[in-house]
């Protein structure tokens, strides 16, 4: 794995002994003491995610806000300065060029969060299509990012950061001084967990880690690897790109109409969104559930009534519920909840229902 | 180091086969420790219908993590006499015990079944340490 990235984190990976796969170009930790213990953790304690092969994108200038607005599906003109916003990024085409996180720090100044697999992709678009006064600058070597996830997590936060950041209402940013750096702290996340999310100076991450490690012992703070990243994040219904959304889906389809703002004025993608509106959105990215025996996974066929009719998208076996759950692209037309379908599980038909997500909500 | 049972048999696949002291001519088939652990948390087992026939190193079944499907292949070449259905309850007693109560089939074999193809537990433990550099 020379080729490889690795994170600030890799020698920390290590020493917890994580089996390391590559991803998006890193070498990342995939599992460390076992991807359902990893996920229970989340979901009981407290977990801690080495996300820094998320890229980052600083626009700052006179123009940055109006930038920005132009190149995403929402409206940073909807929120005030110092929160977040979830988003797609379109082609003109109106597909999906990637999904994002978007910090608005000031009008002059919006921190982006970009998949680590589309990093000079989106950068490429980003700066093709912008249109005003602002730099972009590609900062994604310059952070590490540390998700902090679990119902035990505001206390983790309120231990290294103090109540008043642990306190931080959803979707919001701030700079939080840390033994003489200064991270961001963000209340996001990828696991319908509370918590957060800390951008950290690359050089600084392993501190900050290492930090939660031991501020966390007694609370069962633990490493968080992503096949538990996944399944925690399919357990809520949350998209993953290149599996549930890419080029050739649009938001609407994806069912993140709710991300995409029709009524302002200008942004790439608009018009090619409003065509598929107005015409009938042909597809959806809806629940699923099988029924019977057999775990749904990416690709495998979707039939109806014995003719296949869509595509599953992401699928596991939900270590929460003990459900087989997963996304699939299916005509508009079966997307009603309780519409019986069936999977082919590798030759097997085995039925499915169409189910409401997430699929786990926290009792 | 995952541990390797003695007194088996195993392929490269990292699946074993022991001779069932019950029976000549039959063998009991799983998967190694070192398999148990690299397939993960195991939530699904699909074994094949006794009577089922297999060649050495073909697919006999399909074992499921939430986040991968793997195929488990047959050491040797023979016809299915039996099945463990307790995994389709418990398929963590594959990650739990593979030597003993995760076991997947009893297998007659065809012939010597391929059987003297296999790795000694030394061979197979040397192959690990190669493995896991």
Redesign the interface.
Known sequence: MSDLLRTPLFDIHRRLGARMVPFAGFEMP??YD????E?TRTRTSVGLFDVSHMGEVRVAGPDALDVVNRLITNDLNRIADGRALYTCLCAEDGTIVDDLIVYRLSPQEIFICVNAGNRAGDFAHMKAHARGEATLTDEGDAWGQIAVQGPKAPELITRLFGAEVAAQKPFRIQPVAFRGTTVLFASTGYTGEPGGEIYAPADSTPAVWEALEEAGQDLGVGPVGL?AR??LRLEMGYCLYGNDIDRATSPLEAGLGWVVRLDKPEFVGRDALIAQRDAGIPRKLVGIEVTE???P?HGYPVLHAGKEVGVVTSG????TTGRSIGLALIPTSLSELGTPLAVDC?GKLRAATVVSTPFYTRA | MSSVDPDRFYSKEHEWALPDPDEDGVVIIGVSEYAAEQL??I??VELPAVGDAFEQDEPFG?V????S?SEVFSPVAGEVIAVNDAL?DAPELVNDSPYTDGWMVKIRLSDDGGLDSLMSAADYEAFLEDLEG
């Open positions: 995939v599992q076992g991807l359902v213990a996920h096949g996944d399944t025996r057999g775990i996974r596991t076996s939900s270590p590798r | 993960g948390d939530v699904m399909t499921e993590s939430p986040k499907v389709e």
